[in-house]
């Protein structure tokens, strides 16, 4: 269907906007209303409690008919001698014409004092922090001379950042800090804001979203939640990739059935719990659970739809409880149901996050080292070496970039303890590349072990595999097809080998292959699989195997390492996979590839496809633009602009200097896209002059709480006298002048006062 007619002023855009649309608020029925009155009343004595005058009272302040209430009170006055009675089994049926509700209601508080009494929630609590305790990196197993921490020994706290798409940090929060809030920041709000119940916390592979689901669990669990001020909630930290199939068949488990008969058996010392019937169902009504749904990126394609529907299913069901599901952003995309409420980015480690994980992980070793000795002697060792590693990450960009992973951070440190004193790799690929050495060849030299085929033809075979397993987007394959797959790319080497034992091998020695579930294996994190599969088309010289897949963002990252091993004596690969980028519309992989590009190929691009590449990545933006899609151009304005200054998508600006000296000609084509289309309504220069108008001056500081309201009003990122959440923020039926470019303005001031002081704008 071709788009509507451009509207012709602003006018016509404001009148465009008329149509508004509310939801209401599911509300309990009449029964279960009865039943939480007949409830209360029951579990505060019954008529000993306070007399049947307390009965009435509680009628009174609820939604039930005063026929129907007295009706019920009639009821209650002919059972008031067994209400009186001590809730047991034999006499807890006692108000079954008063409806089913009343019956499970009085049902869940029995088996509440029961819980109680028996202290299986502590028993709980105990077996899920024996479950997270130990840091535990996908990618990074135990090894020679390499111990495995503790969780609350290393442990950094990691920052997240405003969601791109319903930003609510402002109203609640007030002014954040530039680097970021703690998770817990959001966590304190839960019970006074129900957008906070639903939470997705969105990362690039290796940045933490699983460690942090663990921090969260364990403090829940060990009572540290109240260090951060946060509610006293009770954690369920579920693995989506060890339930994603149970989840996908035609009838899966609910949620409580998941927890009791699923998840509490499989927990450490879980098995010999006794779970209270009705534990789990209760804990989730009655908003006393926090649920992680970790690693949905994880989910297979063919399974994805199903599982959506069922997380979004249980939120509903369960909307009093708190939810909170990770994933990569390109699997999140593929979330084929409601989703959560917000969503927010976990960003990348700094330079504090970076020393304080170097310091504290140094420390563990070294005292792991010695039986546990913290002695001066001991820390003064674990200081240099953590000196040394800070250096020379300081020294290279390259490594500063890496070490905002905190994944690659904690290879970083590993290899730099396995070979003190070895200069570190200076690059991405470079690093799993070592890596791969040291698990493939090094390792098991250093253990003695003999291993099935060179090293080199180990490696072939494992590129082999991560290749056909990208093809097949898979992240996990099953054991009975892995073998067969594997004997073929074994044969061609050596045809003696048996499939099984070298998988065998695979994962009790390299560790790049794991068994996560009985008969089902993947590699140890699914970069390494990235990786691999990148240098088998750069070892095939296939590069057009990629071709059919630069718009898919599954393959985003193994193009982008590809790119990135083009040898500078063959760059006319490298510039063919370019042009195939651009000729397929995938002008953002094309962008990268070109931005990854080392110094010396830059060189030696053509100028000619070097403009290309850069005028042709705004064209998703303007088209955008041109159909009025605000809200879709607001993001892709985020993503063209902090891949501009070399940053992943879901990291953030971290400081002024970073805005003001942010690349003139693409800030000045962002800005004229936005106000060519909108017809001056919209626009960094519309918002500019706004904010002069109001006061504001063009020097980068924050302009005061006066200015910065004033301007909130006119550019109607404010109503009523309270600042809008980014998803109350709808161009259908409100737009003001200068109401967009908005994705970061509703809570960082600092961000727009900056921006707008650009000298170039």
Known sequence: MPPEPAPTDKSEIVEKSAEKSAESDAKPTLSEQIADILLKFVMAGGVAGGGFGAFWSLFKDSNVPKAIASAVIGLGISYAAKMMQPI???????????????????DRATDQVFAKATGFEEKYLHC???????????????????????????????????????????????????????????????????VYRQMAILALGGYGKTTL???????????????????????VLLYLRKWRKLLAQPN????????????????????????????????????????????????????????????????????QSVFILTSRPGGYQFYAAEKPRMAVTVQPFNEDQRQRFVRQWYLCQERYARAGRNTPDVEQQANRSADELLAQIKQRQELQDMAKNPLLLNMIATFHRTYPG?????????????????????????????????????????QGLALEMMQRQLERIQYQELLPLLQRLIDPHDDTVKAAEFLQQMVQVSELLVEREPEEYEFSHLSFQEYLASVEVKDLRQETLLYPHLNEAWWESTIRLYAAQVNPANLINLINLIRAALDHEAFHVAYLCWRDASDTQKRRFDSALVAEVKTKRFLPLEN??????????DYETYRLMITTVGKEVGGYFTSAEELRTFPCEELLTIDRLWVQYSRGLFGFSVQKQIYVECGGKLDGNYPGDEIWTAFGERIGWRQNGEWLSYSDLNPSFSVKEGNFPSIWGLCEGWFVCSLLSHPDL
């Open 624 to 633: 955008l633009l041109r159909n009025e899609h605000w809200k879709d151009a």
């Open 88 to 106: 047991d089994e034999g006499n807890r049926r006692r108000l079954e014409k008063a409806g089913k509700a009343v019956d499970q209601a009085l």
């Open 252 to 319: 899966p488990p609910n949620l409580p059935d998941l927890i009791t008969k699923c998840h509490i058996p499989d927990l450490p010392r879980g098995a010999d719990l006794a779970v209270p019937p009705n534990w789990a169902k209760d804990l989730l009504r009655s908003g006393r659970a926090i649920v992680m749904l970790d690693g949905f990126d994880e989910v297979a394609a063919a399974e994805r739809v199903a599982v959506s529907q069922w997380i979004s299913q249980q939120m509903r069901q369960y909307d």
């Open 422 to 462: 070895a200069k570190l790799p200076q690059r991405r690929t470079e690093l799993y590349r070592d890596i791969c050495t040291l698990q493939l060849q090094n390792r098991p030299s250093a253990r003695n072990v003999e291993l099935l085929l060179e090293a080199a033809e180990r490696q072939k075979v494992l």
């Open 128 to 194: 899920q922090a024996l479950d997270c305790q130990d840091y535990k990196t996908d990618g990074m197993e135990q090894r020679i001379g390499i111990f495995t921490p503790l969780l609350r020994e290393v442990f950094v706290p990691l920052k997240v950042g405003g969601d791109l798409m319903q930003s609510r940090f402002c109203a609640e929060i007030g002014e954040t800090e530039e680097d970021g809030l703690l998770i817990w920041d959001l966590l304190k709000l839960v019970k006074q804001q129900p």
């Open 213 to 235: 689901m663990k921090h969260i669990t364990f403090s829940y669990a060990e009572g540290h939640y109240r260090d951060y001020g946060a509610p006293k909630l009770v954690p």
